[in-house]
């Protein structure tokens, strides 16, 4: 099994992940769409194991910890590129997935996320939330936002990553990475965001919240006078709160809220789709945490379509709903109308043809004003 020649076809391909599976034959991930690289033989327990052996490098703790969880997550380099490498298993045999991760790291502008979302960066301290599915770029996105800040500013930023996946250089900031996990540099993220208050940094930065024990870690950063900037596996801004919330116990919850409505500033949910050329097109939501949300995190019976609401209706201060997200993609010609109503649920499939018709309408008003002016002049 030549693990190198496969993954030169994919970094070729422009691939995003490449499934090692016993069973089939190598398969890359590119646009969404899986391809099969017929030209290598199906792969089979000794292919797999040579495969295993190839990313873990004969390190013993890892392997340990592989043998005793059936599941292990570490990085890897492959010429000018870093690998996230993902082993669980089946049927007795190791299953390994692995993310190419470019060196060439897009500017936020680039990726087409909201300026907004970079404004708020400069938030002395609060707390900042990238959401996402799996494989909707909070990664890429969170990275973009640590190259930005910098470029620009004179902070010290520590991140906590599992792996860690681009490779920051210090130029206006000082960046401190910490590869999170078996072998790395801290066993696990609370444990690491607890230290981040004794390490004086500015901006903490952690790669996933996946449980109580760092959302309170995170929320006390935030709490003490620091930016933390976050992800979490959550499909819309809404859920984001209510996700939250629901780490702690219901007694406990009331207090929760107001913490949580006092520190979060800016909650980015976003989704990556195909678009008409067959590339991927960001879908960004983004919350703004302004009085009215924080009233409405802060209530007693939270209920997710109230937060919905106020985000569609609060575009003067940088908030963007979902489906005038979709719109804009629609009526740029970038997605079709199918595209954009399958991203919605069916009770606000009309709130989107209206948003549709209402900036159709002003595209072309838009167009008739500078018609105008051309005439004019």
């Not at 089979?44 to 040579?50: G, S, V």
């Not at 067959?278 to 924080?294: A, I, K, R, Y």
Request: hydrophobic share 35%; aromatic share 4%; proline share 2%.
């Amino acid at each position: 099994m030549d693990v190198n020649a496969i993954l030169a076809e994919a970094k070729k391909m422009k691939a995003s992940d490449v499934h090692f599976i016993p069973g089939i034959k190598p398969k890359i991930r590119v646009n969404r769409d899986l391809m099969e690289l017929s030209q290598y033989d199906v792969i089979d327990k000794d292919d797999i194991l040579e495969v295993y052996d190839y990313f873990l490098k004969g390190n013993v703790d890892k392997d340990a910890f592989y043998r005793e969880n059936k599941v292990l997550d570490t990085s890897a380099e492959f010429e000018d590129i870093r690998l996230r490498v993902n082993i669980s298993c089946s049927n007795g045999l190791p299953v390994i997935i692995t993310r190419l991760i470019r060196n060439e790291l897009p500017t936020y502008e680039e990726l087409g996320v909201p300026d907004i979302v970079r404004r708020m960066t400069s938030q002395t301290q609060g707390l900042i939330l990238v959401t996402g599915k799996t494989n909707s770029g909070k990664s890429t996105t969170l990275n973009a936002l640590i190259n930005y800040i910098n470029d620009n500013d004179n902070k010290k930023i520590l991140t906590l990553e599992s792996p860690v996946e681009y490779k920051h250089k210090c130029k206006k900031s000082i960046i401190v990475q910490k590869e999170v996990g078996v072998g790395g540099d801290v066993p696990s993220y609370s444990i690491g965001t607890k230290n981040s208050l004794r390490e004086d940094c500015d901006i903490l930065v952690i790669g996933e919240i996946r449980d109580k024990e760092t959302m309170e870690a995170a929320i006390e950063t935030a709490e003490s006078g620091h930016l933390v900037i976050g992800t979490l596996h959550t499909k819309s801004c809404a859920e984001t709160v209510d996700r939250m919330i629901n780490f702690y116990e219901v007694g406990d919850q009331s207090q929760v809220k107001y913490l949580i409505a006092s520190l979060l500033k800016l909650v980015i949910s976003q989704r990556l789709i195909k678009n008409k050329k067959g590339t991927l097109s960001l879908v960004p939501e983004v919350m703004v945490v302004d009085n009215v949300v924080s009233g409405l995190i802060r209530k007693e019976k939270l209920t997710t379509s109230e937060i919905e609401d106020a985000i569609q209706s609060s575009s003067a201060n940088g908030s963007i709903g979902l489906i005038n997200s979709l719109a804009k993609l629609f009526t740029d010609d970038i997605i079709t109308l199918d595209q954009a109503k399958a991203q919605v649920e069916e009770k606000n499939i009309e709130v989107l043809n209206r948003t549709i018709m209402q900036m159709k309408l002003k595209k072309e008003e838009e167009q008739e004003g500078q018609d105008q002016n051309l005439y004019n002049n």
